[in-house]
């Protein structure tokens, strides 16, 4: 049973900064894509960032318009933890974000393309 545990969230004031956690069990993590996902009330899920498996020893990365330049997604295959950091934080960047796993080494900006998914934690980020 793959499971997912998101960490790191909490309030911080605009420019701020916040590192999120996503701890993974239950499969090869190394080989499988992970993605981060936010969820603000009343609006959809929407794709923060994303970052392959080991494809020939490279991994590649994909982010968002809006959190390119602030965001960094990483992975530490030992430890079977993907983090999201988080910079220059500002009030719109206020959400649950779910980290997601996909049993792929390919990644993807869709949520449905995922196949396991953690139960989130609070961003909240005040002006």
């Known amino acids: 049973q793959v499971q997912l545990a998101e960490s790191g969230g909490g309030l911080v004031q605009a420019g701020g900064s916040l590192r999120l956690s996503c701890a993974a069990s239950?499969?090869?993590?190394?080989?499988?894509?992970m993605g981060w996902f936010r969820q603000a009330p009343g609006k959809d899920r929407e794709f923060v960032a994303a970052?392959?498996?080991?494809?020939?020893?490279?991994?590649?990365?994909e982010y968002a318009d809006s959190v390119k330049g602030r965001f960094a997604i990483s992975r530490d295959n030992d430890k079977s933890t993907v983090y999201l950091q988080m910079n220059s934080l500002k009030p719109e960047d206020t959400a649950v974000y779910h980290c997601?796993?996909?049993?792929?080494?390919?990644?993807?900006?869709?949520?449905?393309?995922?196949?396991?998914w953690g139960q989130g934690t609070q961003v909240s980020v005040s002006s």
């Open positions: 997601a796993a996909r049993l792929s080494p390919s990644y993807s900006s869709l949520p449905n393309r995922y196949d396991y």
């Open positions: 239950g499969h090869t993590f190394s080989s499988s894509a």
């Open positions: 970052i392959s498996g080991a494809v020939s020893g490279a991994y590649y990365a």
